[in-house]
């Protein structure tokens, strides 16, 4: 009779399972107590609070399935990491292959088996709750068993190239934020070293850590209402629905991947590697170089900081290889356990990552990509900004102003970066290109002096070009709004008691105050103007101050009542010389209260 090969082990599934129970009976507590014991402490709920809760735990999908997973792939490959269960497993009747399918399978099943008990109970929790929770039952299920197979099987990858214990869960969680820290890093060199670069957004490499992309960045997924057109003309919430399924799909099959690379890992790894800190011996250099480089980074750039942050690239250079000469050792050491490293080999290969640093670093200081000297062709700008997101034109002789500015302050680039310490005031250059890519400089001018230097003009060129009275309108109200879309406006002045009068202009009322007196005031006040001459900011009689009196207008959707503070909704504060808006205030029954400016400086 031919005998088969088995591809997996009952017994050994039982035993595993009977062996974790601790751990997945701790983590089926913590679920019944967070979703349906929960929803039975509800008082009188109504059936759509009870099934957006339901979703909402749907949500802590990443949250749960980030330190559950690692936990269960400990235990269930825990015997790789010691050398008497590594060989008692290795003389069992059962083949590698068997081996992982039962011990991976165990583990998937810590997972399933009780959050369908959870999602059982949370059906009989709502029929009680008389709320039907069927349909948000199968999609807590679902997120959490798609969430849990990417970060089980990444940690089961983790825990069959490791040896050691202690080694798993911090490899584990390095290489979860590995690629968002290191972009960091990389930029904040760049930023430091290369003139006027700068970064804003979420780090590119952010999808690349799912846990600090959901759970930090709120790019998980999330819980959003379904309305309804009532017979009053009313949106009303009808349900919720669960977004966030592309995500999860993607996760899942990443983590099939990763169990099948693991799969493979596990056939032909040696089990005498137990209870060393890398267990694949041709991983062991490549995990030596990249802790040494890593740690030139992040140690580097704290020593750097911690002695007084400066743009000396010598001291960040001496940091960084400091840095990365206590990885190298250190990463020895750990990698052979030992602490005679310190031998001829090793000084000659920290002396040539020493030469990759310096190397790395005389790269982003000369520039050899270009990327300071880089200025958009006018053609290619779609819409341009002075500051950070907001006042975006599309003025073609605006963006030719400010492209002018910007190619001037590259040409007194030495005479810029000299007046930096005396004092300065930073600004954004923004650019939205036609091909949908955006470009971001931010520069720093001097703000103190007033000796008609290079630089000194350059800070007066940007003032002149703020108070472009077209500029000052169009920043104010993006090329997005017009007069026919404003929804609300609002006048008020305030004191220290609260408000000092206040009108809600109708739609026609606002469309006409727009015109004839906000507009206006914009383009001949001091409203939005601005002076970066520090030494000029005394104030004196005779120049113009805050009034107290505001106004809050909105646009499209947007209202002023319901404190919306985003797109579409505009604050001004009002100074002594917007006299139209003044007048406009006071024969409306807003009076201002002050007379002049709270920091007046004293007399005499």
């Known amino acids: 009779m031919k005998s088969k090969t088995s591809c997996f082990n009952g017994t050994l599934f039982r035993r595993t399972l009977q062996r974790g129970l601790p751990l997945w009976g701790i983590y089926l507590l913590l679920m019944l107590v967070t979703v349906p014991a929960h929803i039975l402490s509800f008082q009188d709920p109504q059936a759509l609070w009870v099934q957006q809760y339901v979703l909402k735990a749907a949500t802590m999908c990443h949250m749960a399935a980030f330190f559950y997973g690692p936990a269960v792939a400990l235990l269930v490959f825990s015997h790789l990491y010691k050398s008497t269960s590594a060989n008692f497993f290795g003389a069992l009747p059962l083949t590698r292959t068997a081996q992982f399918n039962t011990q991976y399978l165990a583990g998937l099943t810590m997972c399933l088996l009780p959050n369908a008990l959870v999602g059982v109970l949370t059906l009989v929790a709502g029929g009680l709750q008389h709320a039907a929770v069927g ?54 060199l760049l930023e430091t070293f290369m003139f006027g670069l700068t970064f804003h957004g979420q780090p590119a490499l952010l999808p690349l850590s799912p846990f600090a992309n959901a759970v930090m960045s709120g790019n998980g997924p999330s819980v959003e209402p379904i309305y309804h057109l009532d017979a009053a003309g009313m949106h009303t919430i009808d349900g919720y629905m669960f977004t966030g399924w592309q995500g999860l799909l993607i996760l899942a099959a990443v983590g099939v991947v990763f169990a099948v690379l693991a799969f493979l890992i596990h056939r032909f790894r040696r089990m005498e590697s137990a209870g060393d800190v890398i267990a694949i011996r041709h991983l062991k250099g490549v995990a030596l170089y990249c802790f040494t480089f890593g740690c030139a980074l992040v140690l580097g750039i704290g020593f750097h900081m911690f002695l007084g942050y400066n743009q000396s690239i010598t001291l960040m250079a001496v940091c960084m290889i400091v840095g990365g000469g206590v990885g190298y050792f250190l990463g020895e050491m750990i990698l052979h356990r030992s602490l005679r490293v310190f031998r001829k080999k090793n000084l000659i290969n920290c002396v040539i990552c020493a030469a990759i640093i310096v190397a790395g670093l005389l790269c982003i200081r000369l520039d050899l990509l270009g990327l300071t000297e880089y200025v958009p062709e006018p053609e290619d700008v779609a819409s341009c900004t002075t500051q950070y997101q907001n006042g975006w034109t599309e003025d073609p002789e605006i963006i030719d102003q400010v492209l002018e500015l910007h190619h001037a302050i590259l040409e007194n680039r030495d005479n ?24 971001t400089r931010r520069y720093n001018l001097p703000a103190y002096k007033n000796d008609g230097s290079a630089a000194d003009r350059l800070i007066d060129r940007y003032i002149a070009l703020e108070n472009d009275p077209d500029y000052i309108v169009q920043r104010a109200f993006t090329t997005d709004y017009e007069l026919q879309d404003i929804s609300e406006c609002h006048i008020y002045s305030y004191g220290n008691y609260g408000y000092n009068g206040e009108v809600f202009l109708t739609k026609a009322e606002a469309m006409e105050f727009f015109e004839t007196a906000l507009v206006p005031d914009l383009r001949e006040s001091s409203m939005k103007k601005v002076e970066y001459r520090m030494d000029t900011m005394e104030w004196e009689d005779g120049m113009p101050f805050d009034t107290g009196i505001a106004v809050d207008i909105a646009f499209k959707e947007n209202t002023v009542s319901g404190g919306n503070s985003g797109d579409g909704f505009f604050y001004f504060s009002i100074p002594s010389d917007a006299t139209r808006v003044i007048e406009y205030a006071m024969a409306h029954g807003v009076e201002p209260t002050n007379e002049k400016p709270i920091n007046e400086p004293p007399k005499g």
């Not at 679902?142 to 050691?164: E, I, K, M, Q």
């Not at 810029?416 to 470009?439: C, I, P, T």
């Open 135 to 188: 349909t948000q039952v199968g999609i807590f299920f679902a997120a959490h068993c798609l969430t849990f197979l990417f970060y089980y099987s990444f940690a089961c990858l983790v825990a069959v190239v490791t040896g050691n214990l202690m080694a798993m869960p911090i490899l584990y969680m390095i290489l979860n934020f590995v690629a968002v820290v290191v972009e960091m890093m990389v930029k904040f």
């Open 416 to 439: 810029v970066e000299m007046e930096e310490d005396a004092g300065y005031y930073s600004f954004y250059l923004n650019y939205r290109l036609k091909n949908g890519k955006q470009v």
